[in-house]
């Protein structure tokens, strides 16, 4: 199966055959977050996806170190190298120090990715626990020729670089239409060209935090950090560099010309991009009023959401689709997510009580399973995977009704495909049907009572038992060996 996996490669816009570096170990690198506020849906989404890639891949049998940085110093509000740095503003409004800001919204992106179901890195590296070795690089980058110091600030020089280098190798586009829609520079920019962004950056004396270096006290620019610590974890190239596609313009661009200015060599063999989140077809933004945090998914405390949906549900509704298209929230999607997902949790319970019949029968599981990974093996394809575990649902619940036979050995195989799929692989989980043992126990004699009326022949008392509990939404499931009860 591994050498049917094939990855879409944003720097050739083509689907290439994975093949990784140093085979079965994969080195996969992805940019996290910047914890000077709560962790957006966007960013959620973003470690969702890179969540089933890690799954996947470590399914298939690779030894995957997965690095997911935190963006904790550096990141300045423009992504021109202009205004306060992040964390300093934040620090200063609240009068607290800027490692409290990177604490607490450190614990809150951990917390929402638990709710998730993530697995977390190999690696999560801080920018502040790497201020060393992007010193080393940076100098490593001076010394190439590729970048200038400028009143204790170091300038990359994206035009010079751009003379040897393809600087937009990730987005294609025209180094002089970039150009002439960059401004222009003010007399009082020590920037020798436009595109020209910061490596390290001289700290006024109102910044908070601050380094030595070579340069004068300061810190580092946002895109360095990355770089730094891909180069420390997984070496001058690894396998995989993902992220969000807003990342791919000026982030991943600055990182890859870095990575070459230092090492000559792109970093990454294959460049990953999540797509936008929209709502109701428009893009998902706080200056369109139309955004909303995790905790309000999971509340529906928010205006445009009419209820609140459990983190596997949305956890499911993003999976629905491919990582690469874009990925639109409305009432009605969600609805029909949290219905989908209740489906299969439901059927993943029925499957653990399937009976076997010695009944004759043409299903081919062993084709399903097969269908099943040239979905994954098509650069991670999870709505196709969905899609095709529906069939197994299909299969599961017309056994369970005994429309359906299936011998033991049938039961096996697609026991095991629809666990490994549903929780390895799409890294589901039952947060929907999960109760307290006092309820199970409870329902256990509601379950009891209502088959004594059945026996009994008091059809009123048990169809009463069962529309109560189906109002409730909880669904009472026969066959002729048992009664399970589950949640709508």
């Given amino acids: 199966m591994k050498d049917s996996l094939v990855v879409y490669n944003t720097v050739n816009r083509n689907k290439e055959k994975f093949e ?186 109102e910044h908070i935090m601050r380094w030595p270096s070579p340069w004068g006290v300061g810190f580092p620019g946002w895109h360095i950090e990355c770089s730094a610590m891909s180069n420390k974890y997984l070496g001058a190239q690894f396998d995989i560099h993902g992220g969000g596609l807003d990342l791919a313009a000026t982030h991943h661009t600055n990182e890859i010309a870095q990575s070459q200015a230092c090492n000559h060599t792109n970093p990454a063999k294959y460049w990953m991009h999540t797509n936008m989140l929209t709502v109701n077809g428009v893009r998902m933004s706080k200056s369109a009023g139309n955004g909303f945090l995790p905790h309000e998914l999971f509340t529906g405390k928010h205006p445009l959401l009419k209820k609140g949906y459990t983190p596997m549900s949305i956890r499911f509704f993003m999976l629905q689709a491919h990582y690469r298209s874009t990925l639109d929230f409305s009432n009605d999607a969600l609805d029909a997510a949290e219905k989908g997902f209740k489906r299969l949790i439901n059927a993943m319970v029925l499957l653990k009580d399937l009976n076997p019949s010695d009944r004759e029968n043409d299903i081919n599981i062993q084709e399903l399973e097969d269908r099943c990974y040239a979905a994954m ?101 026969d066959n002729k060996h048992q009664t399970l009860w589950l949640k709508n």
């Fill in 377 to 477: 093996n098509d650069d991670f394809n999870s709505p196709v995977l969905i899609a095709e575990l529906f069939e197994g649902v299909r299969i599961i619940n017309g056994a369970y009704d005994e429309k359906v036979f299936l011998n033991q050995k049938q039961i096996n195989q697609l026991k095991s495909l629809m666990e490994q799929f549903v929780y390895d692989v799409l890294g589901l989980k039952d947060d929907v049907l999960k109760t307290d043992e006092d309820f199970e126990k409870v329902m256990d004699i509601v379950v009891e009572l209502r088959n004594e009326a059945k026996a009994n022949k008091d059809y009123v008392s048990s169809d009463k038992i069962r529309d109560s509990l189906q109002k409730i939404g909880i669904q009472l499931k």
């Fill in 20 to 205: 990784p570096l140093n085979s079965p170990f994969v080195g996969m690198y992805v940019c996290g977050p910047t914890v000077y506020s709560d962790v957006h849906l966007g960013n959620c989404r973003t470690f969702v996806s890179f969540d089933l890639i890690f799954r996947y891949l470590l399914h298939l049998g690779y030894k995957v170190r997965y690095v997911r940085n935190i963006t904790d110093a550096g990141h300045l509000e423009g992504d021109r190298d202009e205004g306060d740095d992040k964390f300093s503003k934040k620090a200063r409004l609240e009068q607290v120090e800027p490692m409290e800001i990177v604490q607490k919204y450190t614990i809150g992106f951990h917390e929402v990715l638990t709710l998730f179901n993530t697995l977390p890195p190999s690696i999560e590296p801080t920018a502040t626990g790497h201020i060393s070795e992007q010193i080393e690089m940076i100098k490593e980058i001076i010394d190439n020729g590729f970048a200038y110091v400028v009143n204790g600030t170091v300038y990359f020089d994206v035009e010079k670089y751009s003379k040897e280098n393809n600087y937009t190798l990730l987005t294609n586009r025209n180094l002089e239409d970039m150009l002439n829609n960059t401004r222009e520079l003010g007399g009082q920019d020590e920037k020798r060209g436009r595109l020209d962004f910061a490596l390290w950056i001289q700290a006024k004396p």
